[in-house]
């Protein structure tokens, strides 16, 4: 079974950016809708953003104005641009894919909604 494939955590000092990557060569993005996804310890999954299959995205209220995702249609990539880093943006970060449902409902942040996974990639920023 495809599989999204994240890369691109590691750790910062608040205030500072990273830019994760999410190779999803086993999906394509007109017939999938592709989001990121964090979980922090002992907190529940929460949807960051998700892309829909016609390039549309929403983003979670924690991160508006700070997080930008952009697609690279032919490397089948999707990007997460994380500016201004705090240290509750401290997560495991999860890629994960759907295929567009056949009635085609409004994309939600909500993780239930998505069955592909990714391993993760973790994030941590400090003071």
């Known amino acids: 079974q495809a599989q999204p494939v994240e890369s691109g955590g590691g750790s910062v000092q608040a205030g500072g950016s990273l830019r994760l990557t999410c190779d999803v060569a086993?999906?394509?993005?007109?017939?999938?809708?592709i989001g990121w996804f964090r979980q922090a310890p002992g907190k529940e999954r929460e949807g960051i953003v998700v892309?829909?299959?016609?390039?549309?995205?929403i983003y979670g209220d924690s991160v508006k104005g700070r997080f930008i995702v952009s697609r690279d249609i032919p490397k089948k990539i999707l990007y997460l641009q994380m500016n201004n880093l705090q240290p509750d943006d401290t997560a495991r970060y999860y890629c994960?894919?759907?295929?567009?449902?056949?009635?085609?409902?409004?994309?939600?942040?909500?993780?239930?909604?998505?069955?592909?996974w990714g391993e993760g990639t973790q994030v941590t920023v400090s003071e």
């Open positions: 994960a894919a759907q295929i567009v449902p056949w009635n085609n409902p409004p994309c939600r942040l909500v993780a239930g909604d998505y069955r592909n």
């Open positions: 892309t829909g299959n016609e390039g549309s995205a």
């Open positions: 086993g999906f394509t993005f007109s017939g999938y809708r």
